[in-house]
Structure formats: structure tokens, C-alpha cells
């Protein structure tokens, strides 16, 4: 009985240590006017991403992107957010350190001057929302990434099915211009406001690549009917979102 207790207590410290280095990340969309958009990049490019990779190599962010939804897509009205921050983060605890006191406050310090003298772009509809990655790869930067998310039957089995997904995608990366993958389980918000329960990302090296993606060839034609039956089978209603993304900037691994 000790003994089995004593493997059990192990096994618990194990998967414990296991989920307090979990990587995470947050989406944080907003909508910009499209008359601000250049505007906007260009404060975002010359001056937040400097200040995220400061922080990058610090040690205090994993990682840190701004997204674009792709326009001529749809209707804009359908869509709530144009605009979609990403910081990464090693774990929950650098993920709340980074709430307390994020890279933007260091602003004055490094330019010299108060980021209220900025020009406004007139910032609207901010919603952020919190995730932990289940798995994923990555082979380099990628151009465009398509956001999906949706509310699965049953949570396990889209993420078991995901990472079989996954290493197809990776195994064949190279011929269909994908630069990443990944799954990712909601940490907040939880309520009725949110219904989806799980997330993935779709990483390419074009537009091309992406809308292939979408029409169920590029990667997914790689993967066998039975296992694409039981993935759509989880998802009744399929994706509730599924965002198309340019890459305005990002930043780079910790040096």
C-alpha cells in the first residue's frame, strides 16, 4: 500500500510540475477604422514590438505578435475585432506577472517621451481572452495564420484528434507551406458569453497556402477521411470563428 501510494504521490508532483509550465497565450482584438489602419501599424511596428522584445529577452514573454484580419473576406460588420494582439507566455505565472506590469508601461523609459503624444486611432471594441496550449510546432514565421475556434463535444477528444492532426501537418509541412500549428484549451472567459472550448491555429507561408487550407486541401488533404470524420463529428455546429490573419509584426526568440 505505501509503495502504491508513494508511486501515486509521484505521479501527482509530476502532473503538476507538468501544468505550471504550460505555455500560454492571449488574444487581445480590438477594432481599428481603416483610416487609422496605417497610422496604427506604424505605432505598433516602430514602437510595441520593440518594447515586447525587450521583454522577450528579458525573460518576461515568450513571445508577442500583432495580426491583421485579412479584408475582402466576408462582410466587415461580421466581424467584431480587425485587429489581434498575441503575447505568448512560458506559463500562468509570467502570464499574470505580465498583467501586473506589461511591457507598454516601460514606454517613457525607452523613447523618452509619454505614449499620450502619440497620435489616437480610435481603439474600439477590446475583448481579451486567455489560453493554454496543448500542443503545437512551429517550423518559422509565418505570413498568415488562420484563428478557429468552436465549441466541441467533447473537449479531450478534440484535442487527442489535434495532436494527431498535428503531426501529419508537421510530417508534411515542407510541401504545403505550413509554418505552424497548435491547440489550445480556453482558460477565460467561461461563461455564456464564450461558448467555444477549444482553439486552434493554422500558420502558412501565404494566402495561397491558407485559402487551400480552407478548402480542404494544402495540409488537410494529408489527413485520412476517418480521422477527419471523427474530428467534424465532435464539432456538430463546426467552427464558430475562423479568423484570416496577416502578420504585421512579431517578434523574435529570446537571444
Request: proline letters at 3%; zero cysteines.
Given at each position: ?7 501515486l504521490s509521484?505521479?501527482l508532483?509530476t502532473f503538476?510540475?507538468?501544468l505550471?509550465?504550460?505555455?500560454t497565450?492571449?488574444l ?6 481603416p483610416k487609422?489602419?496605417?497610422n496604427?501599424e ?5 514602437y ?5 522584445q525587450?521583454?522577450?529577452n528579458?525573460g518576461?514573454l ?5 495580426l491583421k484580419?485579412v479584408s475582402?473576406i466576408?462582410h466587415g460588420?461580421?466581424y467584431k ?7 505568448a507566455?512560458?506559463?500562468i505565472e509570467?502570464m499574470v506577472a505580465?498583467k ?9 523609459e525607452?523613447?523618452g517621451?509619454?505614449n499620450?503624444k502619440?497620435k489616437?486611432?480610435?481603439i474600439?471594441?477590446?475583448g ?5 496550449i496543448?500542443?503545437?510546432f512551429s ?11 468552436g465549441?466541441?463535444n467533447?473537449i479531450?477528444t478534440a ?8 503531426k501529419?501537418f ?8 505550413m509554418?505552424g500549428w ?8 467561461q ?5 467555444s472550448n ?5 500558420s502558412?507561408?501565404?494566402?495561397e497556402?491558407?485559402?487551400k ?5 494544402a ?13 467534424l463529428?465532435n ?12 502578420v ?6 529570446k537571444?
Amino acid at each position: 500500500m505505501k509503495k502504491i501510494l508513494f508511486i501515486l504521490s509521484i505521479l501527482l508532483l509530476t502532473f503538476s510540475h507538468s501544468l505550471l509550465g504550460q505555455t500560454t497565450f492571449l488574444l487581445h482584438g480590438v477594432h481599428v477604422p481603416p483610416k487609422n489602419h496605417a497610422n496604427f501599424e506604424s505605432q505598433e511596428i516602430e514602437y510595441s514590438s520593440l518594447l515586447a522584445q525587450d521583454f522577450v529577452n528579458s525573460g518576461k514573454l515568450r513571445g508577442w505578435a500583432l495580426l491583421k484580419r485579412v479584408s475582402g473576406i466576408g462582410h466587415g460588420q461580421d466581424y467584431k475585432f480587425n485587429y489581434f494582439w498575441v503575447h505568448a507566455f512560458d506559463n500562468i505565472e509570467q502570464m499574470v506577472a505580465h498583467k501586473d506590469s506589461p511591457f507598454w508601461t516601460k514606454f517613457e523609459e525607452k523613447f523618452g517621451f509619454k505614449n499620450s503624444k502619440l497620435k489616437g486611432n480610435g481603439i474600439s471594441k477590446s475583448g481579451t481572452y486567455y489560453f493554454m496550449i496543448q500542443d503545437e510546432f512551429s517550423t518559422g514565421p509565418g505570413k498568415y495564420i488562420i484563428l478557429n475556434d468552436g465549441k466541441a463535444n467533447n473537449i479531450q477528444t478534440a484535442i487527442d484528434l489535434g495532436k494527431e492532426t498535428g503531426k501529419i501537418f508537421k510530417k508534411n509541412s515542407k510541401k504545403t507551406g505550413m509554418k505552424g500549428w497548435g491547440v489550445a484549451t480556453i482558460i477565460a472567459p467561461q461563461d455564456k458569453h464564450n461558448d467555444s472550448n477549444i482553439f486552434y491555429w493554422d500558420s502558412y507561408d501565404s494566402l495561397e497556402g491558407v485559402m487551400k487550407h480552407l478548402a480542404n486541401q494544402a495540409a488537410v488533404s494529408d489527413i485520412p477521411v476517418d480521422m477527419s470524420t471523427k474530428f467534424l463529428n465532435n464539432f456538430p455546429n463546426g467552427f464558430t470563428h475562423r479568423n484570416v490573419t496577416e502578420v504585421i509584426a512579431q517578434t523574435k526568440p529570446k537571444n
